[in-house]
């Protein structure tokens, strides 16, 4: 019913920059929230940015500054701008989406099938 479809992973120095981008599809009535997760190896998943409906955006404090979180509301995308990357930023990052498809009276979270983020030198 709902596709999140995500890009722009890939292998960078530390000290650089990556976007991903998130966009989802499917039969979407309305978007609380929208956001990007990650999980290292052998760690938990955690929360890394996301925006909701009204406007307010939450970072992790270890991304604070360095990563920026935007929307695209007409296209149902979520971009997550990546600069001054850490090794410890290595991870696969998880694109989420807390929706309300057509028909239905239920927020539901959705997620992405996970991109790769390596920071090296």
């Known amino acids: 019913q709902v596709q999140l479809v995500e890009s722009g992973g890939g292998l960078v120095q530390p000290g650089g920059s990556l976007r991903l981008s998130c966009a989802a599809s499917?039969?979407?009535?309305?978007?609380?929230?929208m956001g990007w997760y990650r999980q290292a190896l052998g760690k938990q998943r955690e929360l890394v940015a996301a925006?909701?409906?009204?406007?307010?955006?939450n970072y992790a404090d270890s991304v604070k500054g360095r990563f920026t979180v935007s929307r695209d509301n007409a296209k149902n995308t979520v971009y997550l701008q990546m600069d001054s990357l850490k090794p410890e930023d290595t991870a696969v990052y998880y694109c989420?989406?807390?929706?309300?498809?057509?028909?239905?009276?239920?927020?539901?979270?959705?997620w992405g099938q996970g991109t790769q983020v390596t920071v090296s030198s």
């Open positions: 499917g039969r979407i009535f309305s978007i609380s929230s």
């Open positions: 925006w909701t409906s009204g406007g307010r955006t």
């Open positions: 989420n989406a807390r929706l309300i498809t057509s028909g239905s009276v239920f927020f539901n979270d959705y």
